[in-house]
C-alpha cells in the first residue's frame, strides 16, 4: 500500500507549533501534515481548533522520546521532511525539575533524529528529505548591555532549559557531520501572539492584569529580551526549511529589544485603552499599578540579542508585524479569550 507523504510536526499543540500549522495550511493548499504531540500541561487541542476537520491534517497523540511511537509515524507515512518544535519549554520549571527536560529535548530529539535517519537512509534520501530544528537564542547564554550573538557564537547556556536545547542543537548537527543528513537549525528569540501557554511572561502579565491581580516582575525588570511576533517566525521557519542551506543555522529575531518593565507597561496601556470598564470600579486608575516587582530568577540572564542578518540577507526575510500592531493583536486576543487566562 503505498504511504500518504505527509511534513512531521512534533509539539504542533504548542504555542508556536500551532501557530507554524495553521499558518502552513493556509500558505500550502497542498500540504499534508503530520502532528505528533504528547500533550504534555502545555500542549492544548483548542490551539488547533478549527483545522481537526481538514482532511491535510492528521494528529497522533504520542511522546517523541518513545521509540516505537516515533517508528511508527514512520511506518504509517512518508515523511517527507520533519520540523521539530516539541520540548518542554519553561525555564523556571526546569530549574525545579530538570528530568522532563532532558527527556523530551535531548532524548527526544535523539529519537527522532534516528528513525528519520533509518527511514531516509532506506530510501536513498538522507541527503535530501529535510529535519528542522527548533531551537532558541537562549543557547548562546546572557548578553551585557551591548552587542549581540550571531551563528559563530559559542554556546553558553545559563538554566537546564537552554542546556538541553544547546545539547539538542549539538545532536542535531552531528547527525549533518557525522550521516550527511540534510538538518538545518534556527535559534530564535522570544515569540509573543495567541495561543501561547498561560504561564508565560506576556499571557501572565495580561492574565493578571484582567483578574486585577499584582503583576509579578522579575527583579528590577531590568532583563532585556528581543521580542517577534510568532507569525513572523512561523514565516522565517517556512522560509528556513524550505531554502536554508544544509547543515547552517540561522539566527531569527525582531530586532525589538524591551526590558520585561517596558513590556509590561506597553501592556497595561494597551489594556487601559481595551477595558476601561475594569479598572473604572476599582481602587487603580491604570493596569500599571499593579506591576509588583518580585524575588528574581535564579540565573537569571540580562539579556539576549542575535544577529540575524544571515537569514535577512541569506533568504530575504525580515518581521513584517510591527510591535505595536503585534501587541495589539495579542492583547485582543487574549482578552476575548478569558476562559483560557484568566482563572
Ligand atoms: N516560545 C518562545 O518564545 C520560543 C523562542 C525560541 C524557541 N522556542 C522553541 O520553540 C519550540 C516550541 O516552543 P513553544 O513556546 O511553542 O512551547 P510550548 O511549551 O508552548 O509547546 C511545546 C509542545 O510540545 C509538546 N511536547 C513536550 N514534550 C513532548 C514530548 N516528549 N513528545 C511530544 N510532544 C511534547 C507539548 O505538549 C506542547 O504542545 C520549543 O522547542 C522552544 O524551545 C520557543
Avoid at 115 to 137: C, N, P, V
Avoid at 274 to 294: G, M, N, R, W, Y
Amino acid at each position: 500500500m503505498t504511504k500518504q507523504p505527509a511534513l512531521l510536526i512534533t509539539g504542533g499543540a504548542g504555542f508556536i507549533g500551532s501557530n507554524f500549522i495553521h499558518y502552513y495550511l493556509s500558505e500550502h493548499a497542498d500540504a499534508s501534515i503530520v502532528n505528533i504531540d504528547k500533550l504534555t500541561y502545555a500542549g492544548n487541542q483548542t490551539n488547533l481548533s478549527g483545522i481537526e476537520d481538514d482532511q491535510r491534517y492528521h494528529w497522533v497523540h504520542g511522546d517523541i522520546a518513545d521509540e516505537k511511537v516515533v517508528s511508527d509515524v514512520f511506518k504509517k507515512f512518508d515523511i517527507q521532511g520533519v520540523v521539530h518544535f516539541a520540548a518542554e519549554s519553561h525555564v523556571d520549571k526546569s530549574i525545579a525539575n530538570a528530568k522532563p527536560f532532558i527527556i523530551s529535548n535531548v532524548l527526544g530529539t535523539g529519537t527522532l533524529l534516528e528513525a528519520a535517519r533509518q527511514d531516509w537512509e532506506e530510501k536513498g534520501m538522507l541527503d535530501k528529505r529535510r529535519f528542522h530544528y527548533i531551537s532558541t537564542d537562549e543557547v548562546y547564554g546572557s548578553l551585557g548591555k551591548e552587542g549581540t550573538f550571531n551563528e559563530q557564537s559559542p554556546y553558553n547556556p545559563s538554566n537546564p532549559y537552554s542546556a538541553t536545547k544547546a545539547g539538542a542543537n549539538m545532536l542535531v548537527k552531528s547527525y549533518f557531520t557525522t550521516y550527511g543528513m540534510n538538518v538545518v537549525l534556527s535559534s530564535c528569540s522570544n515569540n509573543y501572539g495567541p495561543r501561547q501557554h498561560k504561564e508565560k511572561l506576556i499571557p501572565t502579565i495580561i492574565r493578571k492584569a484582567l483578574a486585577l491581580d499584582p503583576i509579578p516582575i522579575y527583579g528590577t525588570g531590568e532583563n532585556v529580551r528581543d521580542w517577534l511576533y510568532v507569525e513572523d517566525h512561523c514565516r522565517a521557519i517556512d522560509r528556513i526549511f524550505h531554502d536554508g542551506a544544509t547543515g547552517q543555522i540561522y539566527n531569527v529575531g525582531g530586532r525589538n529589544e524591551q526590558t520585561n518593565l517596558k513590556l509590561a507597561k506597553l501592556i497595561c496601556e494597551a489594556l487601559d485603552e481595551i477595558k476601561p470598564d475594569l479598572t473604572a470600579h476599582a481602587d487603580i486608575h491604570h493596569f500599571s499599578e499593579l506591576i509588583t516587582f518580585v524575588e528574581d530568577r535564579p540565573g537569571h540572564d540580562l539579556r539576549y540579542a542575535v544577529d540575524d542578518s544571515k537569514i535577512r540577507n541569506k533568504l530575504g526575510w525580515k518581521p513584517s508585524v510591527s510591535f505595536e500592531e503585534g501587541l495589539r493583536r495579542t492583547v485582543e486576543w487574549y482578552v476575548n479569550q478569558p476562559g483560557k487566562v484568566v482563572q
